[in-house]
DNA sequence: TAATACGCTTAATATAGTTTAAGGGTAAAA
DNA sequence: TTTTACCCTTAAACTATATTAAGCGTATTA
C-alpha cells in the first residue's frame, strides 16, 4: 500500500514521529491514484489543487516558452513530492505541467485538507517546512549548475547527482532538464565517446 | 528599530499573532548589526551560520564559475531574507557569497537559537514554512524565466516585476542576476531604446 | 584635491548552442 | 503483424551571446 510508504517517510522526520491516531488522520485526507504513462496531473491554466506525493514511478515538471518548446524543471521519483506550490497557495491558474514519465501511483491531497492537517499535526508544519527546503536547495543547486559551467559539464554532474533517474529517463528530457537541446546532448554525448 | 521592523514583518502572517511574551524571546536572540557596502556575510567555504533578517539596504547572493566570473542568483532588500538554505542546515561549507550592495542593517539568528525559537514558539514553524514556499516560488519564477525568453525579454520582465530594485542596482549586477554580461546588457539597453 | 576604481558604452571578433533536415532503430498501438 | 510514433543520431548553416579591448564619466578613496 502506497500509504505505509508515506508514513515511512515521515518516519525518517525524527524525532517527529507521528502517533497512532496521527497517522489514522493522515490516510483520511491522502487519496491514492494510478497513473498513466504521458497522463497530465497538472496543466497549465489549471489550478494546482494538490500536492502530490509520488509512491511508485516517475513525472516531470515542466513549462513551455513562446516558440512552443518545453522546458522541464524538476523530476520526481519515488518518495519524492510534485506540486506547483505557487499556484496551490495562491489559488492562481499555473504556468506548468506536471506528466508522468512512467506507470504511476501517487497519494495526493487536497489545499483544505492539507492545511486542516496542518492545524491539527503542527508538527506537519516542521516537516513540511524542511521538505520545502530541500527543494529550495535542490533548485539553487540547479540554478548555480546552469549559471556555472558548460553543458557538458552539466550533463556529467547530472549523471552523477542522479544516476537513478539518467538511467530512468529518455535524452530527450534530460536535455530538456539541462537547458539544451536533443540535438546538442546527441553532440555532447558523442564527444564524451572520444574522450 | 530594526527589531520592531521585524515584529511588523511577523505580523503579516496572520492569524498568527505572537504575544508579547514570545516577542521578548525573539528579541533576545536576533543580533543587531551594521553592515558597509561591498561588506561580506557569507563567503564562499564557511558554513552559513546565520538566517540574516534585512532591516535596511540590499544584499546580493552570487556563486563563482571556474572561469572567476559572479553570477547572482538572489537579492534581499527591506524586510526579506537571506542565507544559504543548503549550507545553514547541513552545516557544510556554502559554495555561495552573500554582500551588501548599499550600507545595511540586518538582524542574525544563529542555527541553535533558530532552532530554539523553532520548539519554543511553533508557530514559527509555519511561518518560516511560508517564508521559504515564497522563496521557492520566486526562485522558480526566475528559472522559469530564464529558460523562456530572450535575454532582451527577461530584462524587460526583471525591470517590471523588480521595479523598486531595478532603479537601486548597477547594471552589473543586473545583468549577473539575468545569467548575462554586462556588455550585452548595454547592447539590449541601447537596441531597447531605438524601438 | 588628486588619484583611483567603478560603471557604462561601443564595436570587432569568436563560439557555444540552435535550427533544420534527414535517416535509422525500437517500442507501442492498431 | 503491420503501422505508427517515439527516440537517438549526424551534419551543415545559423544566431544569440561571450570575449576582448578601448574610452569616457562619475563616485570613492587617499
Redesign the interface.
Given at each position: 500500500m502506497a500509504i505505509t510508504q508515506l508514513f515511512k517517510y515521515f518516519q525518517k522526520f525524527t524525532p517527529l514521529h507521528l502517533d497512532n491516531e496521527e497517522q489514522i488522520l493522515l490516510e483520511s485526507k491522502f487519496i491514492q491514484r494510478r497513473v498513466k504513462r504521458r497522463q497530465m496531473i497538472l496543466q497549465e491554466g489549471f489550478v494546482c489543487k494538490h500536492y502530490f506525493f509520488v509512491a511508485e514511478g516517475c513525472f516531470r515538471m515542466y513549462?513551455?516558452?513562446?516558440k512552443g518548446y518545453e522546458?522541464n524543471?524538476q523530476f520526481a521519483a519515488e518518495s519524492d513530492w510534485i506540486a506547483d506550490?505557487?499556484s496551490f497557495?495562491s489559488n492562481k491558474p499555473s504556468?506548468?505541467f506536471i506528466e508522468a514519465i512512467e506507470p504511476s501511483v501517487i497519494l495526493q491531497i487536497e489545499q483544505q485538507d492539507l492545511y486542516f492537517l496542518?492545524n491539527n499535526i503542527?508538527k506537519l508544519?516542521?516537516i513540511?517546512?524542511v521538505i520545502?527546503?530541500n527543494?529550495?536547495?535542490e533548485?539553487?543547486?540547479?540554478?548555480?549548475q546552469?549559471?556555472?559551467?558548460t553543458a557538458e559539464q552539466r550533463y556529467l554532474s547530472f549523471l552523477e547527482q542522479y544516476s537513478d533517474l539518467a538511467s530512468r529517463l529518455p535524452n530527450t528530457q534530460i536535455a530538456s532538464y539541462l537547458?539544451i537541446t536533443p540535438e546538442f546532448l546527441s553532440k555532447i554525448r558523442k564527444d564524451l565517446t572520444k574522450k
Amino acid at each position: 500500500m502506497a500509504i505505509t510508504q508515506l508514513f515511512k517517510y515521515f518516519q525518517k522526520f525524527t524525532p517527529l514521529h507521528l502517533d497512532n491516531e496521527e497517522q489514522i488522520l493522515l490516510e483520511s485526507k491522502f487519496i491514492q491514484r494510478r497513473v498513466k504513462r504521458r497522463q497530465m496531473i497538472l496543466q497549465e491554466g489549471f489550478v494546482c489543487k494538490h500536492y502530490f506525493f509520488v509512491a511508485e514511478g516517475c513525472f516531470r515538471m515542466y513549462g513551455i516558452d513562446d516558440k512552443g518548446y518545453e522546458h522541464n524543471i524538476q523530476f520526481a521519483a519515488e518518495s519524492d513530492w510534485i506540486a506547483d506550490i505557487g499556484s496551490f497557495h495562491s489559488n492562481k491558474p499555473s504556468k506548468l505541467f506536471i506528466e508522468a514519465i512512467e506507470p504511476s501511483v501517487i497519494l495526493q491531497i487536497e489545499q483544505q485538507d492539507l492545511y486542516f492537517l496542518y492545524n491539527n499535526i503542527p508538527k506537519l508544519n516542521r516537516i513540511f517546512k524542511v521538505i520545502i527546503e530541500n527543494k529550495y536547495v535542490e533548485l539553487q543547486n540547479h540554478v548555480l549548475q546552469t549559471f556555472s559551467s558548460t553543458a557538458e559539464q552539466r550533463y556529467l554532474s547530472f549523471l552523477e547527482q542522479y544516476s537513478d533517474l539518467a538511467s530512468r529517463l529518455p535524452n530527450t528530457q534530460i536535455a530538456s532538464y539541462l537547458g539544451i537541446t536533443p540535438e546538442f546532448l546527441s553532440k555532447i554525448r558523442k564527444d564524451l565517446t572520444k574522450k
